[in-house]
């Protein structure tokens, strides 16, 4: 299970996250939503060390991330996988050897990492495109290979970061029905996204992250069914009202 | 966002602390073998074959002006074959290692500063992270590991072509004879005119890919973040072979 506690998270004077807790249930989808730089993807990071906590506890599995050394955050990065918002593929190497990389690292053989790329390429329905390099795909394809990397380590957890922004309708739904396909080989993901349609698909629970705090969670029917007017808000997708720039402009 | 003055001079020591902190990294990140002893070969060849042009054409044109300019100042007061022992001992001891590791600090310098500040703003060098790898076992080591070893290889191509070309331009400008020019070679050769410079040359190779590592890693704020980075590095590898240059005339001289 992965549990935040109380954390905080500040750059510079600017407050990311402002006693944030969470908690996200073994063998689910767990999305997190929330306005562009409300700290969904720092939140991840602080989830698999790439970022420290100013204070706080962050869970993984009973062992606070924080407190890890080195070795002990090379092992736990190896139960987590992590889908970046733009891929974040190594552009020098194919797309096969992307998906090898993290293989190579934990000591399989040949045939069993080959096995592996195959298999994961096949999930994400990218079967054939192994030797293609990320320039050559489209944006779509690029963020599949994201997840055959990440699905290709089986690992316990994956870390989804706005995997639907800047896709087309078509490949986004391609993309949610291959999260739900990852949450049923039993893999717990965390979904950070603005995009409700997503956030109602493959959520299994929903956290509104709302000025560093979780302001609410619940089912899928749970938050439709919201009184909490900035959740209800954001869902619906109302601004608040005319911005006063504009509408000095406007007069 | 650049460092304001102000900031720099509250604190004067912090780029110092952080060139001790990566170089303990990047020691720490030696123990890693597995990691970056693959990828050693790759970047000698990308490094240091790759260099090897450009290190040619600077010896080339530094060997005739060695030799134009020595003619001027020893003509009427000293021996004309004293033009070899000046071009031997310059090309060897100081030219060659200096002149060669100033370029390579814009070429290996930028290159890898580029490359990696492109990773970091891409996200791969967190992308790296997350799939288990240790970012200094296998960015850093294995381009300090090659611009080490291929330094001195490259400069003693400049060394060797250096003085062929002043002894070219002795003996087809200057009217020297080749064993006129040999002569003023041997008179002052001693073997640590070479071990020298290739001393020098392996430190400055380290201290242009630290460089590199270290703005490369450290880049933050997208395409102008990575030109910001580049130009340090090469400036900081550029500020790195001189001071590394006065330290080994000082403890070797």
């Known amino acids: 299970m992965i549990r935040l506690e109380d954390v905080h998270k500040s750059f510079g004077a600017k407050v990311v996250l402002a006693g944030l807790s969470l908690e996200v249930p073994t063998g689910m989808n767990t ?43 090379t092992e736990l990065r190896g139960q987590i996988g992590y889908v970046f918002q733009f891929a974040a593929l190594f ?38 495109q192994e030797d293609r390099y990320p320039a050559e795909l489209s944006g779509g394809m690029r963020k599949r290979v994201g997840i055959a990397r990440a699905v290709a380590l089986r690992p316990r957890y994956i870390l989804y970061d706005e995997p639907t922004t800047g896709l087309d309708p078509i490949t986004s739904a391609v993309m949610d029905r291959l999260m739900q396909r990852t949450r049923d080989l039993g893999v717990t993901g965390v979904v950070v996204t603005h995009d409700m349609r997503t956030a109602f698909t493959v959520g ?40 006063p720039p504009l509408r000095r402009s406007i007069s | 966002m650049p460092l304001s003055l102000a900031t720099r001079l509250q604190d004067p020591a912090g780029p110092v602390v952080r060139v001790g902190r990566w170089s303990v990294e ?25 260099s090897v042009p450009i290190a040619i054409f600077i010896a080339i044109f530094t060997g005739i002006v060695l030799s134009l300019l020595s003619s001027y100042i020893f003509t009427g007061s000293v021996p004309l074959y004293y033009v070899g022992a000046l071009v031997g001992k310059t090309v060897m001891m100081e030219l060659g290692p200096v002149l060669t590791g100033m370029a390579l600090a814009g070429r290996v310098g930028a290159n890898i500063a580029a490359e990696l500040g492109t990773m970091r703003v891409t996200e791969q ?129």
Not at chain 1, 37 to 54: A, C, H, W
Not at chain 2, 28 to 49: H, I, K, N, S
Not at chain 2, 220 to 236: F, I, K, N
């Open chain 2, 125 to 253: 060098v967190d992308a790296l992270e997350t799939l288990a790898y240790d970012k200094y076992a296998y960015l850093v080591v294995p381009r300090v590991i090659a611009a080490t070893l291929m330094f001195p290889v490259v400069t003693s191509f400049a060394m060797g072509i250096g003085v062929a070309s002043g002894w070219a331009t002795a003996t087809n400008v200057l009217d020297l004879s080749t064993p006129e020019f040999l002569k003023g070679l041997k008179l002052f050769y001693q073997f640590k005119d070479i071990w020298f410079g290739l001393v020098k040359s392996a430190s400055f190779g380290t201290a242009v890919a630290l460089m590199g590592c270290l703005e490369g890693l450290a880049t933050r704020g997208g395409a102008e973040g990575v030109g910001r980075s580049t130009t340090r590095a090469v400036v900081l590898g550029c500020q790195s072979i001189l001071v590394l240059d006065a330290f080994w005339a000082l403890v070797l001289l």
């Open chain 1, 31 to 73: 999305v997190i939503m929330g306005g562009s730089g409300s700290g969904k993807s720092v939140t991840l990071k602080l989830v698999v060390g790439l970022l420290d906590p100013d204070s706080g506890r962050i869970e993984v599995d009973g062992k606070n991330v924080p407190d890890l050394d080195r070795d002990e955050l």
């Open chain 2, 26 to 50: 990047a020691a720490r990140a030696l123990a890693d073998v597995p990691t970056w002893r693959p990828l050693v070969l790759g970047q000698m060849r990308r490094l240091g074959v790759d």
């Open chain 1, 204 to 243: 299994d629970r929903i956290a509104m992250l709302h000025e560093g705090v979780i302001r609410q969670t619940g089912t899928v029917a749970e938050i439709q069914a919201t009184t909490d007017p900035v959740v209800r808000q954001f869902i619906e997708g109302r601004p608040d009202e005319v911005e």
């Open chain 1, 91 to 128: 552009d020098s190497m194919t797309v096969a050897e992307n998906i090898r990389l993290g293989l190579v690292k934990r000591g399989l053989d040949d045939a069993a990492i080959r096995g592996r790329i195959e298999e994961s390429l096949a999930t994400v329905e990218l079967s054939g």
